[in-house]
C-alpha cells in the first residue's frame, strides 16, 4: 500500500491570495490526481499530475487556477490561485496502484477562504 | 462518459437493522470502490471489486458486484453505531482516474 502525506491539514486564507497544498507518496508512482470535495458534495477530480509532462486538467478546471507541479515521482503540489470563498472545499490528492490494487487518498486539506 | 448514480443519499436507521445502498453506473469500468468518510476526514478505502459476482466481506459491510447489471451493492448487516458515515462507491475511468457516486449519508441511530 502506498502511504500519502498531504499538507497543509487545514487552512484559513483571505480571497485574492493562493495557496500551495504538497502531497507526497512513499513510493514511486506515475499518476496523482487532485481532487475537490466541496461541502456536502462528492469528490471531483481536478486534475491528472503526470510526471515529466503538463497536467491533464478536466472540464471546467484550468491551469490558471490551479497550477500543478510534478517534479518527481514521489512528489507533487497543487496551487489554489487568486482564491475566492467558492474555493472553500476539502482538496485531496490520490494515487493508484498497479492494476487491481487500490486506489490510496492523502489526508486532505480544508481549505476555508474568507 | 461514464455515470455512477447512489441511492438512497440519505440513510437513517436503527441498530440492528439490515440494510442495502445501491450504486449504478451507465459504462463498463475494469475497478469498483467502495469509500467511507467520516466527518472532516479523507476517504477510507473499503473494498475494490474487479469481476462479475465478485462479493467481499468485512465484519458488517458486504460489497457485491454485478457487472452485467452494472451494479454494485454495499449490504449493512445488524448496523451499529459507529457505521455512521457517508459511503461512496467509485468507479476507474480512462488512465486511472475515480468517478465518484453522489454519496450516501449513513445514520444509524440507537
Known amino acids: 500500500s502506498a502511504v500519502i502525506s498531504q499538507k497543509p491539514s487545514r487552512d484559513i486564507c483571505q480571497r485574492g491570495t493562493s495557496l500551495t497544498i504538497q502531497c507526497q507518496v512513499d513510493s514511486q508512482v506515475t499518476m496523482m490526481f487532485w481532487y475537490r470535495q466541496q461541502p456536502g458534495q462528492s469528490l471531483t477530480l481536478i486534475a491528472t499530475?503526470?510526471?515529466?509532462?503538463?497536467?491533464?486538467?478536466e472540464s471546467g478546471f484550468v491551469i490558471d487556477k490551479f497550477p500543478i507541479s510534478r517534479p518527481n515521482l514521489t512528489f507533487s503540489t497543487l496551487t489554489v490561485s487568486n482564491m475566492s470563498p467558492e474555493d472553500s472545499s476539502i482538496y485531496l490528492c490520490?494515487?493508484?496502484?498497479?492494476?487491481?490494487?487500490?486506489?490510496?487518498f492523502g489526508q486532505g486539506t480544508r481549505l476555508t477562504v474568507v | 462518459e461514464l455515470k455512477v448514480e447512489q441511492n438512497p443519499l440519505f440513510l437513517s436507521m436503527q441498530e440492528g437493522k439490515n440494510y442495502t445502498i445501491y450504486c449504478n453506473y451507465s459504462?463498463?469500468?475494469?475497478?469498483l470502490y467502495w469509500y467511507r468518510q467520516d466527518p472532516g476526514k479523507s476517504l477510507e478505502s473499503l473494498f475494490v471489486?474487479?469481476?462479475?459476482?465478485a462479493v467481499k466481506q468485512e465484519g458488517r459491510l458486504m460489497a457485491s458486484l454485478d457487472t452485467k447489471a452494472r451494479l454494485s451493492t454495499l449490504h449493512i448487516t445488524a448496523a451499529v453505531h459507529d457505521l455512521s458515515a457517508t459511503y461512496f462507491c467509485a468507479l476507474i475511468q480512462g488512465a486511472q482516474k475515480l468517478v465518484f457516486g453522489q454519496g450516501t449519508r449513513l445514520t444509524i441511530n440507537p
Open positions: 499530475a503526470n510526471q515529466g509532462s503538463e497536467a491533464t486538467y
Open positions: 471489486l474487479l469481476s462479475n459476482g
Open positions: 490520490s494515487v493508484s496502484g498497479t492494476v487491481n490494487t487500490e486506489a490510496f
Open positions: 459504462t463498463t469500468s475494469d475497478r
